[in-house]
């Protein structure tokens, strides 16, 4: 809520300024008019100010929990011969359904070849 209320007040501000600059102009004030432009100016160039510094901080933040990552999830790391096992599993799973398709395959052709 506090954001939106900031974001509130600087649009009130800039368009008092601004209703301030427009009334200088058309009175022929213009002390009144660079007076608004520069204090309009001046607070664009605060805000701008104090997001590079937020951002700047953010930076660093989120590098750091970025690194505390605990990518494991708590579980040990795999070791070289689980990761081998678990291929060799799954290499032999891929062999036995492509030498059953071939099976099936091959029944079918002879079927074909016998009704035909």
């Known amino acids: 809520?506090?954001?939106?209320?900031?974001?509130?007040?600087g649009g009130a501000i800039a368009g008092v300024l601004s209703?301030?600059?427009?009334?200088?102009?058309?009175?022929?004030?213009?002390?009144?008019?660079?007076?608004?432009?520069?204090?309009?100016?001046?607070?664009v160039l605060l805000v701008a100010v104090d997001v590079d510094r937020r951002v700047r901080?953010?930076?660093g933040f989120v590098k750091a929990q970025v690194?505390?990552?605990?990518?494991?999830?708590?579980?040990?790391?795999?070791?070289?011969?689980?990761?081998v096992g678990t291929v060799r599993a799954l290499q032999a799973q891929?062999?036995?359904r492509l030498d059953r398709l071939q099976d099936t395959l091959e029944a079918s052709l002879r079927r074909?070849?016998?009704r035909g």
């Open 19 to 43: 209703f301030v600059a427009v009334v200088g102009a058309a009175l022929g004030w213009w002390w009144l008019v660079v007076l608004a432009g520069m204090a309009l100016l001046s607070a």
């Open 1 to 9: 809520m506090r954001t939106q209320q900031l974001l509130i007040l």
């Open 112 to 114: 074909h070849d016998e």
């Open 67 to 83: 690194a505390g990552i605990d990518t494991t999830g708590g579980r040990a790391a795999p070791a070289q011969e689980d990761v």
């Open 94 to 96: 891929y062999t036995g």
């Open 57 to 59: 901080e953010l930076r």
